[in-house]
């Protein structure tokens, strides 16, 4: 089955500092891939994604690409802030009814 | 846009009792809602996508008769944990899908801690 393998953490970094969360995953067919984000006390929300080979999904300064030679979808951001420190998952949907497949989650924290 | 509510946020309970869970779109139309549930660290588990007027897909291990998912309309679905044990301690997760947007992408609701005592 469809499946995602993510990074453990927990990930302590500096502010200012690089990030790299490596994700990889196994499905059949073509994926569309996502990268959420859950800050403390908050509902998972959106943070970037990408549905074919080769795209590049952006936002917040953030970047992963739909990497299919290696099946990977690597979240990074060049330099992180104290408000970047969330739990981050990374999920694919592979199936026509839309279901989504979780990462076990990444735990950043960011110190000033 | 696109701002999914639930309610209750906490809830304790009796063991043996039962706890209804709304799941809300505020500002959208959701054909399809699902349910989630999260162990502390742990990832997200589906447990069932419910598509408004028709009955509810459970995830193979997820009991029907226990967790019961109604979705009356396209702004309301309701899981309702029946009979909770204290192994029904979890948090509750529901997301929606935005049919004039994409069916891909999920927005989520904040979720639903809920403790048995």
């Known amino acids: 089955g469809d499946s995602v393998t993510q990074m453990e953490g927990p990930v302590t970094l500096s502010e200012e500092a690089f990030l790299t969360i490596n994700c990889t995953y196994t499905?059949?067919?073509?994926?569309?891939l996502f990268w959420y984000v859950q800050y403390p006390g908050e509902g998972l929300q959106l943070l970037l994604k990408a549905t074919k080979a080769d795209d590049k999904g952006s936002n917040k300064g953030f970047e992963a690409t739909y990497r299919k030679e290696t099946t990977s979808f690597h979240l990074e951001k060049g330099s992180v802030q104290v408000s970047d420190s969330a739990v981050y998952f990374c999920?694919?949907?592979?199936?026509?009814?839309?279901?989504?497949?979780f990462g076990a989650g990444t735990t950043v924290t960011v110190r000033a | 846009g696109a701002v999914v509510s639930q309610h209750p946020s906490w809830v304790i309970c009796k063991s043996g009792t039962s706890v209804k869970i709304e799941c809300r779109s505020l500002d959208f139309q959701a054909t399809t809602m699902f349910w989630y549930r999260q162990f502390p660290k742990q990832s997200l588990m589906l447990m069932a996508t419910?598509?408004?007027?028709?009955?509810?897909?459970?995830e193979q291990g997820v009991e029907k008769d226990k967790f019961l998912i109604n979705h009356a309309s396209l702004t309301l679905s309701t899981l309702t944990v029946t009979s909770a044990h204290p192994e029904d301690s979890s948090f509750y997760i529901c997301s929606a899908t935005n049919p004039r947007v994409t069916l891909e992408t999920q927005y989520f609701g904040p979720g639903t801690r809920l403790l048995v005592l």
């Open positions: 999920a694919l949907t592979a199936s026509n009814d839309y279901k989504l497949s």
């Open positions: 499905a059949t067919g073509y994926p569309s």
């Open positions: 419910s598509n408004e007027g028709s009955k509810a897909t459970y």
